[in-house]
């Protein structure tokens, strides 16, 4: 099992930015793809930006340039650096962790909070 604790949101103006962390715990060394995701009110929950166990990263194309996911190891921690935010990056942001193994599994934070104002 993997449990996955989100931190960082808030509120914060357009052009501002923010830093989201997600603290991993439990069985991290069967952690394949680490990544964000964001749901905002009325709308399917989307990926932001994902790391592979390799550094391989991939981004939403609305965030491309602006936002930088990384890995702090020593700590267990995913980090999502936002940058230039805009009112429409206004949503609750997830923290997701797949899993390899004898049982592949998917796992969810409880989700933070991110209100960009215009």
């Known amino acids: 099992q993997v449990q996955l604790v989100e931190s960082g949101g808030g509120l914060v103006q357009a052009g501002g930015s923010l830093r989201l962390s997600c603290v991993a715990s439990?069985?991290?060394?069967?952690?394949?793809?680490m990544g964000w995701y964001r749901q905002a009110p009325g709308k399917q929950r989307e990926l932001v930006a994902a790391?592979?166990?390799?550094?391989?990263?991939r981004y939403a194309d609305s965030v491309k340039s602006r936002f930088t996911i990384s890995r702090d190891n020593a700590k267990n921690t995913l980090i999502l650096q936002m940058n230039s935010l805009k009112p429409e990056d206004t949503a609750v942001y997830y923290c997701?962790?797949?899993?390899?193994?004898?049982?592949?599994?998917?796992?969810w934070g409880q989700g933070t909070q991110v209100t960009v104002s215009s």
């Open positions: 997701n962790a797949d899993t390899v193994g004898a049982v592949p599994n998917d796992y």
């Open positions: 790391l592979t166990s390799d550094s391989g990263t």
């Open positions: 439990g069985d991290i060394f069967s952690i394949n793809v």
